[in-house]
């Protein structure tokens, strides 16, 4: 591929991160996509979703979510050689997002090690812009994090059941959020549940 034809290439790509049902020390789980355009035509090139930490841990939190999900993403793109392309990348974490064009600084140790990864990483790219977007314009990769938490449920519902039931949505929750004609996802956290219902309340 010619290099003038490289440069022309241009991906956008979206990432996200959450740690459900509580946060910190909940289920850490993170997704992100990627998107290519060819010909005025949007086409999927890649998804991936996953758990972002060990589950339980101390280390478990929504922004090491967010972090891990973005540096998967540059990690797949450079295991492609992508880091040619012109790379957009969209996220709904105001901290990251901040953090990384210096408008914050880091001030927890522990998300020090993610940033100064990430920093490290966005430096093998040549043309890449990071940039934030609203929580509802970032779906697909919220779609994928909040679907490796389901199944992560699913798959040791038995034994974490108990343990974690006072922290889902409460059945009264539930009845307010389907009567506003808002699906809850399986596993809804009460925290969750409360933020789409003062959202709605605001409105």
Not at 87 to 101: A, C, E, F, K, R
Not at 103 to 112: F, I, N, W
């Amino acid at each position: 591929m010619y290099a003038d034809e490289i440069h022309r290439k241009k991906l956008t790509c979206t990432f996200d991160g959450m740690c459900q049902p509580v946060n910190p020390g909940g289920v850490a789980c993170y997704g992100f996509t990627i998107l290519g355009k060819k010909n005025k035509k949007i086409y999927q090139i890649y998804e991936e979703g996953g758990i972002a930490f060990k589950p339980f841990s101390k280390e478990s939190s929504n922004n090491v979510a967010e972090y891990v999900a973005l540096i998967k993403l540059l990690e797949w793109l450079l295991s492609k050689g992508y880091n040619k392309f012109s790379v957009l990348i969209q996220g709904d974490s105001q901290l990251i997002i901040n953090q990384l064009s210096g408008k914050y600084k880091v001030k927890s140790e522990k998300l020090k090690i993610y940033y100064e990864k990430t920093k490290i990483l966005i430096k093998k790219f040549e043309n890449i812009q990071i940039e934030w977007i609203t929580r509802e314009n970032n779906n697909e990769a919220d779609a994928l994090a909040n679907k490796a938490y389901i199944n992560f449920i699913d798959n040791n519902y038995a034994r974490l059941h108990n343990k974690l039931k006072p922290y889902f949505a409460t059945d009264q929750q539930i009845t307010l959020l389907k009567h506003l004609k808002i699906t809850p996802s399986k596993y809804l956290s009460r925290i969750e549940a409360n933020r789409y219902l003062k959202k709605y309340n605001q409105k």
